[in-house]
């Protein structure tokens, strides 16, 4: 019998109102490492979350010219929200959250008020505790994953988080030794605008000396540093082999609360396992 949600659920739930400023809510979830806070009415029922991929957007999107003091919560939180009740299954969850693509539910009772949360770090716990010795990593591991070279501008690395399912980059050496990983965390808190070239490190811009060539002279040309890759990457990544029990990565994960790990063989990226293997097996067994 697949255990019940109870026994994993997060609570009490960090909750926030539709009024509060985004830079209010964003440092909430600095403070408390995490990475969705659930915005609840005054009858305390959940409509709406906020998730880094809402900060991504409301950094980089129609509202990148805004302080984040100004920008409200309701207004680039995901309203009515996936839930589910807390009488309802492990399984049940995990086959929830895959089929919307979302990384957790509002858990609520009978009367549809929040009682706790149920994430994908949660579904992994659950796998650690029913699949050890089930699976080896090699079973489990997905080969196809975005990569990035450490000098792969911030630009690029957007675009590839966007399009990855779980919103994960490993970048790799020209050996194809991992690195460092790079989720929808580091940039949603990195601060960085898309829009605004920022530097990396003290200087904002340097100054080379070119020929204008429309008034024969020498100009002075200010060149802005765009952020890249090896700035914004977690480094020295932790790693697994293929031939290690996969309930060895759902521990790492749990322990180091990390969503990703990459996989190699002889020092090489060969695949990543990361909480999304482990909830289709949830899912489906």
């Known amino acids: 019998m697949a255990p ?39 009858k305390e029922v959940p409509i709406g979350i906020l998730t880094t991929t809402d900060i991504i957007g409301a950094l980089f999107g129609k509202n990148y010219h805004k302080p984040l003091d100004s920008i ?26 895959l089929k919307h693509r979302i990384g957790g539910l509002p858990v609520v009772n009978s009367d549809k008020k929040l009682v706790g949360i149920i994430t994908k770090t949660d579904i992994v716990k659950a796998y650690y ?15 196809d994953f975005s990569t990035a070279l450490p000098g792969h501008s911030i630009f690029y690395i957007a675009r590839l988080i966007e399009a990855d399912l779980t919103g994960k980059v490993i970048v790799v050496d020209e050996a194809n030794k991992p690195i460092g990983v790079i989720t929808k965390k580091d940039i949603a808190y ?10 990396r490190g003290k200087d904002r811009y340097i100054k080379n000396k070119v020929p204008d060539l429309y008034k024969e002279k020498i100009i002075s040309l200010r060149m802005y540093l765009v952020p890249i890759a090896e700035d914004i990457m977690s480094p020295n990544p932790l790693i697994i082999k293929p031939d290690e029990d996969s309930s060895n990565g759902a521990k790492i994960m749990i322990d180091e609360n990390i969503g990703a790990l990459p996989v190699v063989d002889n020092n090489m990226l060969i695949g990543i396992i990361t909480k999304l293997e482990f909830m289709n097996i949830v899912a489906r067994e």
């Open 4 to 42: 019940r949600i109870s026994s994993y659920m997060r609570t009490p739930v960090y909750a926030v109102s539709p009024n509060d400023s985004l830079a209010y809510a964003r440092n909430l979830m600095l403070k408390k490492e995490i990475s969705r806070l659930v915005i609840v009415n005054e």
């Open 72 to 97: 409200l919560v309701g207004e680039v939180m995901t309203k009515d929200p996936i839930i589910i009740e807390e009488s309802k299954s492990i399984k049940s969850a995990s086959q929830l959250m």
């Open 129 to 143: 505790d029913k699949f050890k010795g089930k699976y080896k990593v090699s079973d489990i591991m997905r080969k």
């Open 190 to 199: 990195a601060q960085i605008p898309l829009s605004v070239l920022m530097s």
